[in-house]
Nanobody
Framework: QVQLAESGGGLVQAGGSLRLSCVASVRTFKLNTMGWFRQAPGKEREFVARISWSGGATYYADSVKGRFTISRNNAKNTVFLQMNSLKPEDTAVYYC?????????WGQGTQVTVSS
């Protein structure tokens, strides 16, 4: 059974930081590249970052490069997104999923709101 459970979102001022977590089912997580995506109000969901199974390869959207860091703990089927220097345009619901091709199933996401 697919499980994707995101957490860690919240309200933060511009320039602040948040750390998101996503726990996935073993079937979804094991040996897969995992990624973070986000969807802002009125916009389509977009790619944010991804990390290979080994953790040795990461890739970021230009809009977050240098500010966000993706990591994973394979023993706990968990992927993280450390977000620093947050901007109001980072406001969105954040989701994790396999990457670059996401599963049809999506978790509930976690809301990140950055105030100016």
């Amino acid at each position: 059974q697919v499980q994707l459970a995101e957490s860690g979102g919240g309200l933060v001022q511009a320039g602040g930081s948040l750390r998101l977590s996503c726990v996935a089912s073993v079937r979804t997580f094991k040996l897969n590249t995992m990624g973070w995506f986000r969807q802002a109000p009125g916009k389509e969901r977009e790619f944010v970052a991804r990390i290979s199974w080994s953790g040795g390869a990461t890739y970021y959207a230009d809009s977050v490069k240098g500010r966000f860091t993706i990591s994973r703990n394979n023993a706990k089927n968990t992927v993280f997104l450390q977000m620093n220097s947050l901007k109001p345009e980072d406001t969105a619901v954040y989701y994790c999923n396999t990457a670059p091709k996401a599963l049809d199933y999506w978790g509930q996401g976690t809301q990140v709101t950055v105030s100016s």
